[in-house]
């Protein structure tokens, strides 16, 4: 599935959480949808599910704009955070409507599923712990067998062991019969390994959009003595700069993989979690 | 700025290692102020008894010293204590792990003493 975003922009009343982005996301693959908290990563996935409407510009998938677009929205499964659903139902009665509702939807999948996180058909939503309830929204993404399926935070409540499962799930899920999956997650460090691509939303703009190969090889940590250090750094974006027992630490981003360091360089590749971190630091900077 | 520690060796050992390399390659000279324990502990992410830990063993070592009231320094002579501890190690750290996977590859000892000559 090809997601075509053209100058898209989304504002609440005053205030603007995405400005006039630009990127093309192609599928199957499965993606790393970061920022920091505000960045306007829900935004954005709220109207590629077609929930919501952009302010200005296009997001469109396959070609076709998806707002209120009721046969596209079949294509595309968005697990939200919370209130995927109505509290009176029963699972059963969910997974009934998944059914009505997904082209397709895969029963023996959800059904198998079910008992690998021990929910039961008659019980109520309103009745469930949170981490149940996540679990039954991560049921529902794997099963929709949507071209396009969103996980916006979707492990809220669930402890290691149950996102552990759902790493393994959607891995195996991909593997089968491959997606494109957008996958939003402030638990970097578990979940980067994972990722084949990653974009990294900063104060509604694209920061950082790459193969998350590439991100390991030109985003990286050089320590050593300020004059090696800046003439290694050369033109190249620096992200951060700090210093601890008079040595000079710099994270910076290369446009392509780097020359090699002189020897009396410290290299260091930097994790995604550390480097959103560092991101969120520099709020007001502008990179990329 | 976070240093990551890796997460083979105790984190304690691995404050004391960041310390010597820091004294062996020139960062901190004799006779300069080390940070604190608790700039330690924030710059590492860690609990600052953990740093403290690590610290301890050197101060142990005559490699730093602290004075009371004012903070931790270099000691005169730990430059020359660290490198003199470092060669000691030098065989069983670098040599031996060297030897053997020429070995394994079927690299004579000749042809990797001729390697070793052509590098300088």
Redesign the interface.
């Known amino acids: 599935m090809n997601i075509k975003v053209s100058q898209l922009t989304k504002q609440y009343r005053n205030r603007k959480v995405l400005d006039e982005v630009s990127f093309n996301l192609q599928g199957p693959a499965i993606i790393g949808f970061l920022g920091h908290n505000g960045a306007g990563k829900t935004s954005f996935l709220n109207m590629l599910a077609g929930l919501v409407a952009p302010s200005s510009g296009t997001i469109e998938v396959e070609g076709e704009p998806v707002f209120n677009n009721g046969e596209l929205m079949k294509q595309v499964c968005f697990i939200a955070e919370t209130g995927n659903f109505p509290l009176h139902v029963s699972i059963g009665q969910v997974l009934t409507l998944n059914k009505l509702f997904f082209p397709n939807w895969n029963e023996e999948l959800a059904e198998e599923l079910l008992e690998q996180f021990s929910l039961r058909k008659k019980d109520k939503i309103k009745n469930m712990s949170k981490g149940m309830v996540s679990a039954l929204g991560i049921i529902t993404g794997l099963a929709s067998g949507a071209p396009i399926t969103i996980f916006d935070e979707p492990y809220i409540g669930m402890d290691a062991s149950g996102r552990q499962l759902f790493y393994e799930l959607l891995v195996e899920q991909h593997a089968l019969e491959p997606r494109t999956f957008i996958l939003s997650t402030h638990l970097i460090d578990e979940a980067s390994n994972l990722f084949e691509d990653v974009l990294i939303m900063h104060e509604g703009k694209v920061l950082v959009h790459q193969p998350y190969e590439d991100i390991q090889t030109n985003i990286v940590k050089a320590k050593g003595r300020q004059e090696e250090l800046e003439a290694y750094i050369g033109s190249s974006k620096v992200i951060?700069?700090?210093k601890?027992?008079?040595?000079h630490?710099a994270?910076i981003m290369h446009e392509n993989v780097p020359a090699a360091a002189p020897a009396s360089l410290k290299l260091?590749s930097i994790?995604l979690q550390?480097l959103m971190?560092?991101l969120s630091k520099n709020k007001r900077r502008e990179i990329g | 700025?976070?240093?990551?520690l890796e997460g083979d060796k105790p984190i304690f050992q691995q404050i004391k290692e960041?310390?010597e390399d820091?004294i062996i390659?020139g960062?901190?000279m004799a006779e300069?102020r080390?940070?604190s324990i608790n700039e330690f502990a924030k710059?590492y992410q860690i609990n600052p008894a953990t740093a403290n830990k690590g610290v301890n063993e050197l101060v142990d070592r005559g490699i730093i010293y602290k004075k009371r009231g004012v903070g931790m320094f270099v000691s005169s002579d730990a430059r020359k204590i660290l490198i003199e501890e470092r060669k000691q190690s030098f065989e069983s750290s670098y040599l031996n792990p060297l030897i053997s996977e020429a070995e394994r590859l079927g690299i004579t000892l000749e042809e990797l003493i001729d390697m070793i000559g052509r590098k300088k």
Not at chain 1, 244 to 247: A, K, L, T, V, W
């Open positions: 951060h700069r700090s601890f027992m008079n040595e630490t994270v260091e994790k550390e971190v560092l | 700025m976070n240093i990551i960041q310390i820091a390659d960062f901190l300069e080390i940070p710059e």
